[in-house]
């Protein structure tokens, strides 16, 4: 009998830490069902974070690859930061389990191409930054698959090139910034079927 209740506590123990453990080089808060993993020299996204999580933080860290299925499980996950680490790749099945990510923040890393394939598992995604990257061209359908998007920040790159067709499918986007780049001309194709478009920040370019 004590040995089954030895048991039965243990398992709950296992399943209280399942739920509410947080990772160590993290802080968890249920309330606002964040994770905060800042400025921890982290060189890959930590596992296992609490079911509540919806938000995660990993910024400042020093973060290079994105593997197949970075957060896996994670249904419920909206919103992710990956701002100054050193992100160059990002893997075709990264986020294949967070179909419903709303925000991803790519901000200040060395990505040298959109990762075409990896955001088309995220096909709820309303916000996309991928400002002060190594980016040098848009090639045709770079974000084919992201209908919902509203907010695309593109802004301080090496862009030189933007194919007609790249932000073909964005029938929703309101919000593009291009500013700070190397453009010296932008088709009028490529502009022409962004019709809910409010804001368009082309400033600092070679036009």
Same mark, same amino acid.
Request: proline share 3%.
């Given at each position: 009998?004590? #040995?089954?209740?030895?048991?039965?506590?243990?398992?709950?123990?296992?399943?209280? $830490?399942?739920?509410?453990?947080?990772?160590?080089?993290?802080?968890?808060?249920? &309330?606002?069902?964040? *994770?905060?993993?800042?400025?921890?020299?982290?060189?890959?996204?930590?596992?296992?974070? &609490?079911? +509540?999580?919806?938000?995660?933080?990993?910024?400042?860290?020093?973060?290079?690859?994105? /593997?197949?299925?970075?957060? &896996?499980?994670? @249904?419920?996950?909206?919103?992710?930061? +990956?701002?100054? /680490?050193?992100?160059?790749?990002? *893997?075709?099945?990264?986020?294949?389990?967070?179909?419903?990510?709303?925000?991803?923040? #790519?901000?200040?890393?060395?990505?040298?191409?959109?990762?075409?394939?990896?955001?088309?598992?995220?096909?709820?995604?309303?916000?996309? $930054?991928?400002? $002060?990257?190594?980016?040098?061209?848009?090639?045709?359908?770079?974000?084919? @698959?992201?209908?919902?998007?509203?907010?695309?920040?593109?802004?301080?790159?090496?862009?030189? @090139?933007?194919?007609?067709?790249?932000?073909?499918?964005?029938?929703?986007?309101?919000?593009?910034?291009?500013?700070? /780049?190397?453009?010296? *001309?932008?088709?009028?194709?490529?502009?022409?079927?962004?019709?809910?478009?409010?804001?368009?920040?082309?400033?600092?370019?070679?036009?």
């Amino acid at each position: 009998m004590i #040995f089954l209740t030895i048991i039965t506590i243990f398992n709950l123990l296992s399943l209280f $830490h399942y739920i509410y453990a947080c990772p160590v080089s993290c802080l968890c808060d249920e &309330p606002d069902k964040l *994770a905060t993993c800042n400025s921890e020299q982290l060189d890959s996204v930590p596992k296992n974070f &609490p079911w +509540f999580v919806q938000e995660i933080l990993l910024q400042d860290n020093n973060i290079k690859i994105l /593997n197949k299925q970075t957060f &896996p499980s994670r @249904q419920n996950l909206a919103k992710v930061s +990956f701002k100054n /680490n050193r992100i160059e790749t990002v *893997a075709e099945q990264a986020f294949v389990d967070n179909k419903n990510l709303k925000a991803l923040i #790519f901000s200040e890393n060395n990505l040298s191409k959109i990762p075409t394939k990896s955001l088309e598992k995220c096909k709820n995604l309303v916000e996309l $930054h991928l400002d $002060h990257n190594k980016l040098k061209a848009l090639g045709v359908n770079s974000f084919t @698959q992201l209908s919902d998007l509203e907010w695309l920040n593109l802004s301080n790159n090496q862009i030189k @090139q933007i194919s007609g067709d790249s932000f073909r499918g964005l029938n929703r986007l309101k919000y593009l910034n291009l500013e700070n /780049n190397l453009m010296r *001309a932008i088709g009028a194709v490529t502009l022409s079927h962004l019709n809910r478009l409010l804001s368009l920040d082309i400033s600092n370019n070679q036009l």
